[in-house]
């Protein structure tokens, strides 16, 4: 969607290995969320932020960590890949001037083997 | 527990029909209601945004409606073409800045 950016958009890494997923946003808005995406499982939330340094988890949140040292940047971590961490990663936004409807990045698909 | 359903979880129509996906959501009390459009390994599309103070919502061959005192919405896909053909997705939103809770989908087939 134009206005949030996920990169990189595939990537396939080794069991074990850190991996840093990113979103970025040109829209100024406060929100920020992580979700992943399973068959199954639909979409299940994992770490959210409610400002710069502001961030909570969500219902998935083991295993992974966050950061947002800047109002457009807002990255997830993951500290030591897991196979059951193999998923489609969607970024969102939100905010008061949109009304707090959420706005989704296009998703990065992540396989580790 | 708040909890969203979609029913049908697959629908198959022919090219033209008129069709209606719904949702139903356990708790009333929501702040906004969101619908998206999900097309096999792509992201999530916003169709439509509906307030708790608004009954419905229209975008051109799109009409969503919203009854909070009965937890349900309806998604109206009018003249539907083979390009609408995807996994439509309803979501309610409790919380400002909130988390979003996501029904399962409805996958839709519209053969030409």
């Known amino acids: 969607d134009a206005g949030i950016t996920q990169s990189p958009r595939h990537k396939v890494t080794e069991t074990g290995t850190p991996v840093t997923l990113r979103c970025h946003q040109t829209?100024?808005?406060?929100?920020m969320y992580w979700y992943r995406q399973d068959p199954g499982h639909g979409l299940r939330l994992i770490h959210y932020s409610y400002g710069v340094k502001d961030t909570d988890k969500g219902e998935v949140s083991d295993g992974y960590s966050v950061s947002r040292s800047k109002t457009e940047d807002f990255l997830l971590t993951l500290e030591s890949a897991t196979s059951s961490q193999t998923s489609v990663y969607f970024c969102?936004?939100?905010?008061?001037?949109?009304?707090?409807?959420?706005?989704f990045g296009s998703g990065t698909r992540l396989t580790v083997v | 527990k708040q909890e969203v359903t979609q029913i049908p979880a697959a629908l198959s129509v022919p090219e033209g029909e008129n069709l209606v996906l719904n949702c139903s959501f356990t708790d009333s009390a929501i702040y906004n209601l969101q619908w998206f459009r999900q097309d096999p390994g792509k992201g999530l599309t916003s169709l439509l945004l509906i307030q708790s103070s608004q009954r419905e919502q229209t975008s051109g061959r799109l009409n969503a409606s919203l009854d909070k005192s009965s937890g349900r919405s309806t998604l109206y896909i009018a003249a539907s073409q083979p390009g609408d053909s995807a996994t439509y997705l309803c979501?309610?939103?409790?919380?400002?800045?909130?988390?979003?809770?996501f029904g399962q989908g409805t996958e839709l087939s519209v053969k030409p």
């Open positions: 979501a309610v939103l409790y919380n400002q800045g909130g988390k979003l809770i």
């Open positions: 969102a936004i939100s905010d008061l001037t949109a009304n707090y409807g959420y706005t």
């Open positions: 829209e100024n808005h406060r929100y």
